[in-house]
């Protein structure tokens, strides 16, 4: 009999293997899948069996499946009966092209169902080798035997495919741990690359979540599987896309091969001493080395090369040959190095509706009748007819977020947030950016940029909140400190806080005293706040556009996003109103406040809880005004913990709430040094403010 175990395999040119129930064989020739797995084990109940086994041979032999391939998913040998009818049923089957072995767990196990087959093969007449094998790693033992599974069955293979579902469990990992995923998709790509055959990726299980399914098939294509196995035709489309190599490799492997036949691949080898002229050429122009586009290629990039082109669909290469236009992307970051009190460009202009302040506060908790009440409000002179004043943290966002030029890593933190004047729905602000300060970091790679923001009303001209934002940007070409107009500007700017602060406690003389008093609070006191929150995925995205905020990776989910909202970050001056905000309800009522640093120590992601302790730093009366108190306060903002219920048994040191620097790594190592595992790793937030509060 023939062997065709060497046969050529078409499964290289599978991009996607779709799962396909039996009620829906009739749609089979109208799906974008290249391969069909009809599955007779998890997915059939027991009693179904038999009528599943029968349908599928029905479909097959009637061409349901329009001529593409067909694997079919058997029993496992642990289950006899059942294997054997499935092998009964399936070999020599017309329109099958493999089978898939299920929970096998060494080679041992490819080679026993090999010669089960080979005997049924000789009885039906068939070549030995004439079934294929797809066998699928889902187990432990059989990941760690995966290089000689590959190699087992009596040359069946034409493929390994991955799987996590079992794996998973019997591993004792979380589902959708991609850190655990990590590895065997690694060991799966190596072992079938190494035996000639080809890897398939496991299934993205989420079905509607697409922003995943893109980012898990990438990962795949990135890993060098062939395909991925697909759960529902919604997915079909986006996995074929991942799977098919990008217009700019496609573009990389024509250059490549372009290079051979023009010779350029013995470029650097004629530069060997003592090889001739004569001695290039032939196999020289094949094997040698070039540089294409900046990249050195030799002959493993040419075989990479011929194989993606080999590969690739027709109809991919087709519209690749029409013409084309380069797009440009259009550049918002500085052109230029900054320089001492240089002032950046920034055209924008916003007016703060009623629409983004209900957003806000919806946003952001706040006791405080300086923003819950209008009458109040009113008589501190702080809002006027239908125009309710902007909280404090609102007014920051505004000053720091609307930028017409970005290129930062990452948000570090605020110094000396001050208010001015009153802030108000139908105000229109602009912005003011100055470069106060440069400091490259020590491992020459970033370099920490301090700019001072002031926010303006637009028509008067009136400055109205100021402050210094620091961000983490790529090494600049000198480091320089704050000039001596920086201070004089400072001076003059405290002193316009200093006397906005002063008339509204003036005004609060003719307003009448709480129904019921404040909450005191003592020097070296440390509150556990009850109250915490995520921001939200939808939350985020519309502060973020409402407030022009222009970093991406505060907004584009399907770049960025890793799932369940993570990967996507919240901006720092959102998280720092967090943290204030879960504080609120137990620091107020606060009239008016002076944010003097604020630390962004992690990312934080739209779907994570921040919760917030805070400790009194010092309390002290207000000269002439009995009834108010001046506290200063240091609020740190922690993620996944509410701290009056999960640290109330917990007692800190006071050294905590002293740590100086905006690195999470003093924290870290605070935390174990005292033991405290359950804040570690979600300091996220330290701001530190200065509060004019009603006493208790």
């Given amino acids: 009999m023939e062997d065709v175990s060497q046969a050529p395999r078409p499964p290289a040119t599978w991009r996607s293997l779709l799962f396909i129930p039996q009620f829906a064989f009739v749609n089979a020739a109208r799906l974008a899948a290249d391969c069909f797995i009809v599955d007779l084990q998890d997915a059939v109940p027991l009693a179904a069996k038999a009528a599943a086994r029968a349908g599928l041979v029905e479909a097959l032999k009637a061409g349901t499946f329009a001529g593409r391939p067909v694997v079919v998913r058997i029993n496992e040998a642990a289950r006899p009966e059942l294997l054997d ?25 490819l080679d026993a169902l090999h010669e089960r087959i080979r005997v049924l093969e ?6 030995r080798g004439h079934t294929r094998f797809l066998p699928l790693i889902e187990t432990p033992a059989a990941l760690l035997e995966v290089g000689r599974l590959a190699v087992a069955g009596g040359g069946r293979l034409l493929g390994l495919m991955l799987g996590h579902g079992d794996l998973f469990r019997l591993a004792g990992a979380l589902p959708h741990a991609e850190l655990t995923l990590a590895h065997p998709r690694s060991l799966v790509v190596m072992a079938a690359r190494a035996a000639g055959i080809e890897p398939f990726d496991t299934p993205y299980t989420n079905v509607a979540d697409r922003i995943g399914l893109e980012q898990h098939s990438a990962d795949g294509h990135v890993h060098g599987f062939t395909g991925k196995c697909c759960l529902h035709p919604d997915q079909l489309d986006t996995v074929n896309r991942c799977m098919t190599p990008t217009a700019s490799e496609l573009a990389w492997a024509r250059k490549v091969t372009q290079a051979q036949g023009q010779g350029a691949l013995a470029t650097l080898t004629r530069k060997v001493p003592g090889l001739t002229a004569s001695g290039v050429g032939g196999a020289a122009e094949t ?10 290629v030799g002959p493993p990039h040419l075989k990479a090369a011929h194989r993606m082109l080999a590969l690739c669909p027709p109809a991919v290469l087709a519209t690749e040959a029409e013409p084309r236009v380069r797009g440009r992307r259009v550049s918002h970051a500085l052109h230029r190095p900054p320089s001492p009190d240089d002032v950046l460009p920034n055209p924008y202009e916003m007016t703060a509706t009623a629409g983004m302040r209900d957003l806000w506060v919806q946003c952001f908790y706040s006791h405080d009748r300086v923003v819950t009440s209008a009458p109040f409000a009113a008589r501190l002179g702080l809002s006027g007819p239908d125009a309710p004043p902007l909280p404090f943290m609102m007014g920051l966002y505004l000053a720091c977020s609307m930028s017409s030029t970005h290129g930062a890593i990452y948000h570090l933190g605020f110094r000396d947030a001050r208010q001015l004047a009153p802030l108000r729905v139908g105000d229109t602000f602009r912005q003011e950016i100055q470069v106060r300060s440069v400091r490259n970091t020590g491992d020459g790679k970033r370099a920490v940029v301090t700019t001072h923001r002031r ?11 100021t402050l210094d934002k620091l961000e983490l940007y790529r090494r600049q070409p000198e480091s320089f400190g704050p000039s001596p107009s920086a201070a004089k500007q400072g001076a003059e700017e405290q002193e316009m806080a200093t006397a906005f602060r002063d008339a509204l406690t003036r005004r609060l003389e003719d307003v009448p005293p709480r129904a019921a008093p404040a909450t ?3 020097e070296g006191e440390l509150l556990l706040h009850g109250f915490a929150r995520p921001l939200g995925v939808t939350a985020n995205l519309a502060l973020s556009t409402q407030l022009l905020v222009t970093h991406p990776i505060h907004l ?6 890793l799932g369940h909202g993570r990967g996507v970050v919240v901006s720092g001056g959102l998280v720092v109103s967090m943290t204030l905000a879960a504080a609120a309800r137990d620091l107020h009522e606060v009239l008016w406040e002076e944010l003097l640093a604020a630390d962004n120590l992690r990312p934080v992601a739209p779907t994570q809880t921040v919760g917030a302790l805070s400790y009194v730093f010092s309390r002290r009366p207000v000269e002439g005004q009995a009834h108010l108190e001046e506290l200063v306060v240091r609020t740190l903002g922690v993620t996944d913990l509410t701290p009056s219920e999960e640290l109330a048994d917990t007692v800190l ?3 905590l709430f002293h740590i100086e620097g905006d690195r999470p790594s003093a924290y870290d190592a605070f935390c174990r040094e005292h033991g405290l595992q359950a804040l570690e790793g979600r ?9 004019l509060r009603l006493k208790g």
Avoid: K, Y
């Fill in 122 to 127: 000789e009885a039906r007449g068939l070549p």
């Fill in 520 to 522: 005191s609070f003592e």
């Fill in 287 to 296: 094997e040698g080395m070039a540089v294409v586009d900046g990249v050195l």
């Fill in 85 to 109: 009818a499935d092998l009964e049923a399936c070999i020599g089957l017309p329109g099958l092209t493999a089978l898939m072995p299920t929970m096998t767990t060494c080679p041992e196990d």
């Fill in 653 to 655: 040191p006071r050294a």
């Fill in 683 to 691: 300091v996220v937030c330290v701001a530190t403010r200065r509060l």
């Fill in 455 to 465: 926010m303006l009303r637009v028509g008067d001209d009136v400055p109205v909140f």
């Fill in 556 to 561: 584009d989910h399907h770049r960025f996003d």
